[in-house]
């Protein structure tokens, strides 16, 4: 007779497969190991004798060979060796969306933007009384038809101007974005890894702008000693380098990168954790890294000043809490009248896509 069968409830499964579950370990792995597949294996052996993730029907020999024939892993027959696809590429980008909006719907902290309602493509749960201009399309018709019963009973029903309500919608403007990464050594310094929620945030915001926002570009740009752009398939590699930090290198690729949009609302992101310390002139490296150095510090307010005039706001994102960085970055935030915040590793994900909704909403009259 066919009935009911119970397992055993695990709630860290949530319902998914060995495979699925062992997939979610490697893909956050390959982001930790910059898509070294060999060392994100060994990791997710240690991790299985450690808390036993496989068992005698399912082992990590059946996970890679099933992470080939789903095309997440292909194998050169020449030498051996394994790499991820483009495809796992993918799937790290929606796993580390996923992870940052997970948080993001939880948690209650907040920038304490106000939003101003207009005619536009998102519904606001606010409503107001219908004005003359205002569309058919934007009528609230159960609270209008609830309003009419209200006013002039069941009996003899009609529906009156003053009846009528109106959804608020908000508009999304369309921006073209450039995200600035700093690789330099600090990234990594005093035991504390800072890079991989810096490629984290960059591979989130670029699923999100390619999915949900086709119509904005995103650029990203890292910078060390110089500054070079690096496309959203190559985040998972990003490794940080022996490198000074060039945060003007870093604005003028990107301002020049944002040159060529044709959006008119454009906007910078900068992630680092360290002070300006390089400039390049000519073809040799002017370098500092003991206190802020003025001639470096002048150049990076005077970019900063040519971005408030091109209308280029600038949102800085401190991953550092020494008081004479945090004075460097308010005199830099106030020459561009762009914005900082102080954030933690862990709220990160968080800061950047707050700011970044908040700034696709526009007030239309």
């Known amino acids: 007779m066919i009935g009911y069968h119970f397992t055993k409830f695990d709630p860290n499964s949530q319902g998914k497969t060995t495979f699925e579950q062992l997939l979610d370990i490697f893909l956050q792995l390959i982001t930790y190991t910059s898509g070294d597949v060999s060392e994100a294996l060994n990791w997710l052996t240690q991790l299985d004798k450690e808390y036993g993730l496989t068992d005698d029907e399912y082992g990590l020999g059946d996970f890679i060979d099933e992470l080939k024939e789903k095309g997440y892993l292909e194998e050169n027959k020449q030498d051996g060796s394994i790499k991820i696809t483009s495809k796992s590429e993918q799937g790290i980008r929606k796993r580390s969306l996923e992870e940052i909006f997970g948080k993001l719907k939880k948690s209650k902290q907040g920038n304490h933007q106000t939003f101003k309602p207009g005619q536009g493509d998102e519904q606001n749960p606010d409503t107001r009384p219908f004005q003359f201009g205002d569309t058919v399309e934007q009528i609230d018709f159960t609270n209008s038809i609830r309003n009419a019963q209200i006013n002039h009973g069941l009996d003899q029903f009609r529906l009156q101007e003053d009846d009528l309500e109106i959804r608020e919608t908000d ?55 110089d500054a070079w752009p ?136």
């Open 171 to 225: 508009f999304k403007a369309q921006t073209s974005t450039v995200l600035m990464i700093d690789i330099s050594h600090s990234m990594i310094l005093y035991g504390e890894d800072r890079i991989t929620p810096a490629k984290k945030v960059a591979m989130a915001l670029s699923e999100l702008i390619t999915t949900k926002y086709p119509k904005d570009t995103i650029d990203i740009v890292v910078f060390g000693n």
């Open 230 to 365: 690096v496309e959203i398939k190559d985040l998972p590699y990003l490794q940080v380098g022996p490198y000074h930090t060039n945060t003007v290198a870093g604005l003028e690729l990107a301002m020049d990168l944002l040159r060529r949009r044709r959006n008119p609302n454009k906007q910078i992101f900068m992630i680092t954790d360290g002070k300006p310390t390089c400039l390049k002139v000519g073809r040799k490296y002017y370098k500092n890294s003991f206190g802020l150095d003025r001639k470096i510090t002048s150049r990076c307010l005077n970019l900063a000043a040519q971005c408030k005039k091109l209308k280029i706001p600038i949102t800085t994102f401190m991953i550092a809490s020494d008081p004479y960085l945090q004075r460097f970055v308010q005199e830099f935030t106030e020459t561009n009248n762009g914005k900082a915040f102080f954030a933690s590793l862990d709220h990160l994900g968080s800061f950047i896509f707050r700011d970044f909704e908040s700034g696709k909403r526009k007030t239309v009259y």
